[in-house]
């Protein structure tokens, strides 16, 4: 069973940045297709990037394109979510999420993401 641990959140400033962390167990790292997920109180939980598990092809929600990056390092089994000009509407929970074979999924606890001045 695939287990992924989400870092990286904290309480940041509107305009800064961060970078969140997921590592992952249990699987071949390689073969995970990875993506992050976030959830503000009282909201649906939405998807705000994904990376294949080739690494070559990447996505992004519209209110992130251009201020985020994911990216993975698969020698660490660890993807990674940039974000930049951090706005106070980011504010929310920031989810990992491993899918493998098409169908099978895993999800970390989360990580909390405050902006705020």
């Known amino acids: 069973q695939v287990q992924l641990v989400e870092s990286g959140g904290g309480l940041v400033q509107p305009g800064e940045s961060l970078r969140l962390s997921c590592a992952a167990s249990?699987?071949?790292?390689?073969?995970?297709?990875l993506s992050w997920y976030r959830q503000a109180p009282g909201k649906e939980r939405e998807l705000v990037a994904t990376i294949a598990s080739t690494g070559g092809w990447t996505n992004y929600a519209d209110f992130v394109k251009g201020r985020a990056t994911i990216s993975r390092d698969n020698a660490k089994n660890t993807v990674y979510l940039q974000m930049n000009s951090l706005k106070p509407e980011d504010t929310a929970v920031y989810y990992c999420k491993a899918v493998w074979y098409g169908v099978r999924s895993a999800w970390g606890q989360g990580t909390q993401v405050t902006v705020s001045s």
């Open positions: 249990g699987f071949t790292f390689s073969s995970l297709d």
